[in-house]
């Protein structure tokens, strides 16, 4: 930690700062300055008591951390990457991976058709929401149980394995019994109880950031993951909320890069919640591949007009193929099979 | 809702609309304009299926919903302001009051002083953290149901009845136990099955806005509490995420009004955690009374700099009792007791 | 400035550091901690070249300013408040200011009776739009050198001096002639060439926020007024750019302690602007007295609804007359007159 | 226009509504619904006053406008892909072109060695800054028309056309005198009188996006150049500001997509700015490419950590060249050259 002190602070309080941060078991460093005091605070900011709270001292102008504060899932720990096997399936690797599948789970015809038609289009897992977090509680809720059943069906049918939402610390064993891979959604990506919940199922874990999580909130919240020894984690960034409002979030493509760099971790891209709108799905899953994503979540719909939830971000079936289609140069461009 | 379709459409292409429109239950209107026709779908929009997919059909510019999406919690359904009786305090009444104490229970000792010393100043209920979610898995958790326990002995030896977060549906009965009021804290606004279960305990509900939670999304959370036959509800304005980094959050004084007008339940202010900064409080608190909020969530501590969690952002015991007399004349003026 | 390497750096890379450090005349100071090397680079941040650039060596992790960036607006530049002396009306003295009028001059009528009605309920300085920058370039731009002689006019017979924006540096010599305070508008917060223009002028400046302008920006873009040697400046928060939608944009009233706390400058609030709902104004117009703002900029106009700008913001004559008397007893609780 | 008006509204304040519609040439039309009134006003919104001020009476709910405001920028007013002539260069055509340059020029030798080393590597524009906008007035301001000549030199040099930023009314003529297309910066983004000046230049104008700008304002800004007789305007997405601190701006590459589909002029991407750091260029530019933009805009310095400006952000000449050959697929994957 790094405490600047007030221009010409008093001797006394000088030295209360330095007994409160040798108190807190740091060892104390001054460097005096042309207008400021500077005092670097030398131990585990980790171990340690953060020394943050010096900072509504009067004497006390601002105080910055100098370390990270994520362990387990920083490229320093890791310094290859990660790859996650589901089923058979890297996740991280080489080969892109495409999870495609409807918003929600609404009756067994719409899931096969979907299943039967996003492998043939070349998609290698399924996603659906069987458990949905809604704004209102007038709006569908989802099939519960039996949606993991249907998603379960398909699954034997088409051999893709299964990424679903889990919402509920009461649900994880059972979300867990059916899925292949548990997401976290938006709204809870800092819902902690359920973090720790979800990392105990032992299930892979795709973690979305949430509607504002900085970068670094997002590492700590996958450090609940890693540090309730479930190791097989991977960030899906979907979109922040921004000040625009011609699309219902602003995806942050950054986060590829800058996942890469700072954690071991793969890195999912969902344009359909980061767009809203099916028709700019397209050219951010060209601009997620290009930029070295592992994987892409998008939502897909026989018939998106008729979709129970979230229809105007879903794309057709034939939308799919094509999308797949379009993205095998950039696949190709950017190194991956 | 009102549907309007991009500039010289096809015949067949606006009679897909208009048949879509009678599937999902709404009786179509035309009305013709110099640029675009625009549609009328009349129905209640609440119990019929949202026709916002319609904004995905090549056809159609733009979808917009007519009317709100709240009931219960709306102006219209209670048009007197609500107040809540906890423990014989009336909440949204005529009297003002002020929720005080730590971030965290940390000891008896620290509460104990903490509760006696807000009682004199003239706090009406003591808050304390029990279960506190962090950002960091290696931060301070909260004592659990020890604090709790301390907490029911702060009660008991003031008379101050007390507020403590909810922070996991598995704890929602103990809590309860313990609790005056449940508090939902900002990264839970939208966990709905924690507002589900908090709702169904039958305790009086605290729910905080999330970090980026709009107005209408905040009234839908609180929907779910109302919804689920539990009447207490307050909404708690605690600050929300912004460019801005002078300041941890940007308190938005502006939600007062806003709640006022919208809806009967009662407003409560939280400086604190909105400021980050125990020096800019008085001023928050100064605001807060004369915009007509009808509590204070304020976080006190015998040492602010020794606090486990959130130091920077609690006042002093001395300068708490100070606030208090700074606020009278402005509860005055605000016509309040 | 602190800088902070990478754990484990190699001897010449840290040299080399040491090396640039030196070069562009800063003493650099070595700190050995657990985990990272940091170097204090001792000197002054503002006369010096920014180390920033160091941020992007390979074997650097951060690097953070000590030094504030402002200088003659900072309270230690001038420990007591600053007082601005209009026409012999003192703004941040013991009298608290209201400027109130409409957004737009829009006819010798219209001002007129504006004029005589917000004196006649206490207003002190006039406010109205003779040069408008509006968003589109299909809009009514404002009535220009005939709006401000309508506003000379309308000072001649009220006797209340003159606020109107300024936006265009090639009109600064004429709008000076007519204006007692020059307002720099939100859009052109960072507009650098208007601002030394503006200074240039020796008219007092009124500088907006600019739409998402960090405090520190704002600081800096009135340091470029005192800078050209006008000492006559006022910060006038209205509202930045969030999220939210409910209102246009979110008034951040936290600004008022926070200049206090910064600078010497008067801090004057414009709720219309912040609210852009004229039923939101007068529970913010009360926020801002409470809090301790030295004036506030109200739009009043005499029929809102047939404004040519901005009307839904825009109160009546007998809403502002109501609000200046629903002020009156937090204007004496703040200890003003 | 839709008018919304609250729910069970008296006949005569129902009626004041319609007559204030017609009084401002709006043709009314009433739908009655379940909940609410609605009164499309049927008309030009783009010739007539806005109905907005509605908003503001007692009786009405909302106004929501159906018409877009933009009309010479939108894609409907020119179906066609728009194209810009540089020097003989297409911006907006089947080349791929690449600016490139340092941040600021600094002296001859700093910018000759960099207009060589870009071209080589591919560039096909120079791009400098002579005037530069800086946050605090005791940052470097540019060289000016020192800078200019520099420019042209350069140029001569190396037959790349310049691109520089405008920043003063003032110097609009001098600097169209040398450069080949003007630059907007994102802080006059909405300084709409230099708009003006820019554009009755006749040069080509690069508009960036203001840090908060909606699309709508940007495209609405971009009108001020059309309305203005210059057909010749670029939009240049840089990054937004957001609640995100790990990057200085979030690059909002979706504007990409966007921006194609509402208008049909090119589009340029700048992710110096976005990222404000070097380590990150390289993925932006891939993803920029891969999503369909017409250019970039990159900062590269022969020596980044001397530079006089944004030092963080700059590319070394060696990892622009490196850029530029790993950019081929993508440009290939694309559909360019």
Chains 1, 2, 3, 4 share one sequence.
Not at 286 to 301: N, P, R, T
Request: contains cysteine; glycine residues 8%; hydrophobic residues 40%.
């Amino acid at each position: 930690m790094i405490i600047v002190l007030k221009p010409k602070v008093a001797k006394k309080d000088e030295a209360a700062v330095l007994k409160e941060i040798k108190r807190l078991g740091y060892r104390p460093h001054i460097m005096r300055g042309v207008a400021h005091t500077v005092i670097g605070a030398i131990g585990d900011e980790r171990t340690h008591r953060t020394l943050e709270v010096l900072a509504s001292w009067p004497q006390v102008e601002s105080v910055m951390p100098v370390q990270k504060r994520h362990k387990l899932v920083s490229r320093e720990a890791h310094p290859t990457d990660s790859t996650i096997n589901v089923a058979g399936l890297l996740i991280g690797g080489k080969k892109f991976q495409v999870m495609a599948g409807p918003c929600s789970v609404e009756s067994e015809k719409q899931l096969l058709i979907t299943a039967h038609a996003v492998k043939r289009a070349g998609a290698t897992l399924l996603r659906g929401g069987a458990f949905k977090p809604r704004t209102s509680p007038y709006e569908f809720q989802g099939l519960g149980q039996k949606g993991l059943k249907l998603l379960a069906k398909a699954r034997k049918e088409t051999g893709l394995p299964i990424i679903t939402e889990l919402l509920s610390e009461q649900h994880a064993g059972l979300v867990a019994e059916y899925a292949d891979i548990l997401q976290i959604g938006t709204r809870n990506a800092q819902n902690f109880q359920l973090l720790i919940a979800a990392a105990k199922t032992g299930r892979p874990v795709l973690l979305k950031r949430g509607l504002s999580m900085k970068i670094e909130e997002w590492l700590l919240a996958g450090e609940y993951i890693l540090a309730n020894e479930n190791p097989n984690l991977m960030f899906c960034e979907r979109g922040v909320r921004t000040f625009e409002t011609y699309t219902r979030n602003t995806l942050d493509l950054s986060t590829i890069p800058i996942i890469k760099k700072e954690s071991h971790c793969p890195i999912v891209i969902d344009p359909s919640q980061g767009a809203g709108r099916a028709d700019l799905v397209v050219a951010m899953c060209k601009g997620a591949v290009a930029m070295g994503a592992d994987a892409l979540l998008i939502e897909v719909h026989p018939n998106p007009a008729e979709a129970w939830s979230d229809g105007a971000q879903q794309m057709t079936l034939e939308g799919f193929a094509r999308l797949m289609d379009e993205l095998k140069p950039f696949i190709g461009a950017a190194g991956r099979e």
